[in-house]
């Protein structure tokens, strides 16, 4: 059974940093393209950040210069470190984990930056 939790999400002023993260169980970590993704009420999820296995690394445009994401395989873990947050960065948070052509998806974390 694959099981990926988030955890990290909070409440933080305009211009903070928070770290989230997404503890994968159920999976090949090792070989599955990891990403965030986020869905503020109203709209659509949209992509945020993605790595693959060989650790490539693909940004949101409104992602970049702020956002850092990484993975580490020993902990089947992947992070999502936010800095600069800005009000219009408040949304449910989603690590997904694609495996092969199969796509798994957490529960989501909220994430809610006040102006």
């Known amino acids: 059974q694959v099981q990926l939790v988030e955890s990290g999400g909070g409440l933080v002023q305009a211009g903070g940093s928070l770290r989230l993260s997404c503890a994968a169980s159920g999976i090949i970590f090792g070989i599955a393209t990891m990403a965030w993704y986020r869905q503020a009420p109203g709209k659509r999820r949209e992509l945020v950040a993605a790595?693959?296995?060989?650790?490539?690394?693909d940004y949101a445009n409104s992602a970049k210069g702020r956002f850092t994401i990484s993975r580490d395989n020993a902990k089947n873990t992947m992070y999502l470190r936010m800095n600069s947050l800005k009000p219009e960065d408040t949304a449910v948070y989603y690590c997904?984990?694609?495996?092969?052509?199969?796509?798994?998806w957490g529960q989501g974390t909220q994430v809610t930056v006040s102006s």
């Open positions: 790595i693959t296995s060989g650790a490539s690394i």
């Open positions: 997904n984990a694609k495996q092969g052509i199969v796509n798994f």
